[in-house]
């Protein structure tokens, strides 16, 4: 599994991005998807995710202001990020996974087995 992020850039607070993940490498639809951010010093979180059935989940310190999506015809996914805050700078990689629930990804990003190579995301004051 092949996994390309793009998308990510320098914005101002309350600015807004979407990132995009192409995913190839695969047959079937068996993957949660996800996003997951790292800045300096700091450890995984795991922001958005989404299941094969379509559910999401998003990790609290960005409910209602990013919105997670897929469109399968393209094997892409999405992440609309809105109201962008200083804390949100990072790192993000797109994810995906076969193996647990969203909601287990959610706590533990780390189990992800596939990943992209990131793209960096910088929100200013």
């Known amino acids: 599994v092949q996994l390309v992020e793009s998308g990510g850039g320098s914005v101002q607070s309350g600015g807004s991005l979407r990132l995009s993940c192409v995913a190839s490498?695969?047959?079937?639809?068996?993957?949660?998807m996800g996003w997951v951010r790292q800045a300096p010093g700091k450890e995984r979180e795991a922001v958005a995710l989404?299941?094969?059935?379509?559910?999401?989940t998003y990790a609290d310190s960005v409910k209602g202001r990013f919105t997670i999506s897929q469109d399968n015809t393209k094997n892409t996914l999405y992440l609309q990020m809105n109201s962008l805050k200083p804390e949100d700078t990072a790192m993000y990689y797109c994810?995906?996974?076969?193996?647990?629930?969203?909601?287990?990804?959610?706590?533990?990003?780390?189990?992800?087995?596939?990943w992209g190579q990131g793209t960096q995301v910088t929100v200013s004051s």
């Open positions: 994810a995906a996974g076969a193996r647990y629930s969203i909601a287990a990804y959610l706590t533990y990003p780390s189990a992800f087995a596939h």
């Open positions: 989404i299941d094969t059935a379509g559910s999401t």
């Open positions: 490498g695969y047959t079937g639809s068996n993957f949660r």
